[in-house]
């Protein structure tokens, strides 16, 4: 959006951007951000920001009233900056502005939010006549089941509640997604699985769900620990994982024993944080989670509102994404968030019954494959919440956060989240699970050609399978040496590799 320095000069921000710059406040941005300038209304997108410019004739004025109706008007709800903003707006002047808009449902939502983020009630009547209003538009937001204020006459739509909300915004993308019948399909590449084959699918999918969650944090389960997980993964529509005592008790199935939690990180007063060793003594930070001490309220308004929307009407992946997401934001364990908010994806997609009983959807498979992807899903809101977490290192690479964030993880715009979610859904659909299945057909196909050149014992030819595959087809010199094989001729040796290029169709690849 290259602009000359004149025309950047000629433009005065408005709405929120004005008042966040007016009173300095400390808040993430917004998705849109508006200026009054000259000329024509022009509007400048990419794919997360839009920027909106108005002709001089919108200058709303001078006074922070007319900024947060030209806000609530324009650009939807920024509940962050209102948490912080309202609070400090003096009483008296606040309700001499309710009393001048006796009509008007921007006056009412500020008089509901400014009463319900001071704790405070301003010197007005009840509201005891017209409808009531809704504080999100459902033309423009995702939201939830009324939560009526009858002294507002304020419907509280949110897709959680005032405490802490994820916030999904109806996009083109979105409304697409919806439309596609991704349910169905999935129950038809189940289906089509033949009937000797479906218990060894099922088998292999939480296998493969199992290491590739771990892969993608970069780490290899011990036995014990895989199978733990895979059992978890099992029996996810059977518990309750909206709970703290089910959730420690999953995040000791996924950490080593030595490290795991007996409640949130709180308990161990751990402040905990993502980054990347780039020096001895030098820690390139990539995500700052909330503070020890605001884990308490933080986790019970966040568990509060995923229940809310697990019972909601919301579509199963959205659901997923908004519950899955603001938990490893909110990083409530010292280790295995990652594995435990991959789990909730699945556990939101089994209670929801978004794929057959017993069917894990092997959707890490998918991350770890779109890796750029998922970490931009992830990075949609931590790039946004870095600048404005203050902490410092020690020598140990300890951390202590030094100011006040916990109103940063209360309100996550979960848009890209969502979208990014649906699409690893729809390539799982459509990729991933035809390929698991197409893989033990190949596989079973290559067992019977072997046995009809050596009928290997068992352990014997998955292992030879195993290393062919892992060198196009071939057994390599090294491991012909293998005591398994050091009774095969040179002609067996060439039969079952010609085989394992037959079943899996090696030939035509380069």
């Known amino acids: ?49 839009r920027q909106e410019i108005y002709p001089k004739n919108y200058w709303p004025g001078e006074s922070d009233f007319d900024h947060l109706e030209f806000a609530l008007k324009r650009e939807g709800l920024h509940l962050q900056l209102l948490r912080s903003l309202l609070p400090q707006l ?59 204020s009858p002294r507002h006459r304020v419907n509280t739509n949110l897709l959680g509640n005032i405490s802490f909300s994820p916030m999904v915004r109806r996009t083109k993308t979105l409304t697409l997604n919806e439309a596609k019948p991704l349910e169905q399909s999935c129950r038809s590449v189940i289906d089509a699985i033949p009937p000797e084959l479906y218990a060894r699918v099922l088998q292999f999918l939480y296998t493969k769900e199992t290491k590739s969650s771990y892969a993608i944090e970069r780490e290899t389960p011990d036995q014990k620990r895989a199978q733990r997980f895979a059992e978890a993964l099992r029996e996810a529509s059977q518990r309750d994982y909206l709970l ?30 993502v980054s990347r060793s780039i020096g001895i003594n030098e820690e390139e930070v990539h995500f700052v989670p909330p503070r020890p001490q605001d884990l308490g309220e933080l986790m019970a308004t966040f568990l509060e509102t995923s229940r809310r929307i697990l019972n909601s009407n919301c579509h199963p992946v959205l659901t997923a994404a908004v519950i899955a997401y603001p938990f490893v934001f909110l990083h409530p364990f010292t280790d295995g968030n990652g594995r435990l908010h991959r789990f909730l994806i699945h556990y939101v997609l089994s209670f929801r019954r978004f794929a057959p009983d017993g069917v894990v959807f092997p959707i890490s498979a998918t991350m770890l494959h779109r890796t750029r992807d998922y970490d931009a899903s992830l990075e949609s809101f931590s790039k946004l919440l870095l600048p404005l977490v203050d902490y410092n290192l020690d020598e140990h690479g300890r951390m202590t956060v030094q100011n006040d964030t916990r109103d940063l993880y209360r309100y996550v715009d979960c848009t890209t989240i969502a979208e990014t979610l649906f699409s690893f859904v729809e390539d799982t659909i459509e990729k991933e699970l035809p390929a698991e299945i197409q893989f033990l057909q190949q596989y079973d196909t290559a067992r019977r050609l ?16 195993r290393l062919c595959l892992q060198n196009q087809g071939r057994l390599s010199k090294n491991k012909r040496q293998m005591e398994e094989y050091a009774r095969l001729t040179e002609v067996e040796i060439a039969g079952l590799e010609a085989a394992v290029i037959e079943a899996f169709d090696l030939k035509s690849k380069p």
């Open 90 to 148: 003096p009483a008296d002047a606040l309700a001499d502005y309710i009393r001048s808009k006796p009509t008007s449902i921007f006056a009412r939502r500020i008089w509901f939010l400014y009463e319900e983020f001071s704790g405070k009630q301003l010197n007005l009547p009840d509201v005891t006549q017209g409808n009531y209003v809704d504080l999100l538009d459902e033309r423009d937001y995702y939201t939830g089941p009324d939560q009526r």
């Open 1 to 49: 959006m290259p602009t000359s320095d004149s025309t950047q000069e000629a433009r005065r921000p408005a709405g929120y951007l004005y008042l966040q710059l007016r009173h300095k406040l400390s808040v993430l941005p917004h998705y849109v951000e508006s200026y009054i300038g000259q000329g024509a209304r022009q509007t400048h997108s990419t794919a997360e920001r």
């Open 450 to 465: 072997m046995r009809n050149v050596v009928d290997l014992p068992n352990r014997h030819a998955d292992l030879l399978l």
């Open 244 to 273: 703290p005592d089910t959730l420690v008790a999953l995040q000791h199935t996924v950490v080593d024993p030595r490290f795991a939690n007996q409640g949130w990180r709180d308990t161990v007063s751990e402040q905990n944080y």
